[in-house]
């Protein structure tokens, strides 16, 4: 029996790209080290495809917004 694949088109949306462990350390302008070690505790979204960490530019960017804090000077 085959196999039935989503077969939706590929999605040309930017916040929809995958990327690495370097590219998301250089995005977010810190060592690999740092980034693996939090991705190693579970604080930074991502999925593995092999060995490899991989990592949605939207969630990265929701990530962030929710992990920002304001300081408000009353």
Request: net charge positive; hydrophobic share 30%.
């Amino acid at each position: 029996m085959k196999k039935s694949y989503d077969r939706t088109p590929p999605t040309t949306d930017p916040l929809d790209e995958i990327l690495t462990l370097k590219q998301v350390a250089e995005y977010l302008k810190c060592h690999t080290g740092t980034l693996y070690r939090l991705v190693k505790h579970g604080r930074v979204p991502h999925f593995r495809i092999g060995s490899g960490f991989r990592f949605q530019k939207s969630t990265i960017d929701n990530w962030i917004r929710k992990n920002t804090s304001v300081k408000v000077r009353a």
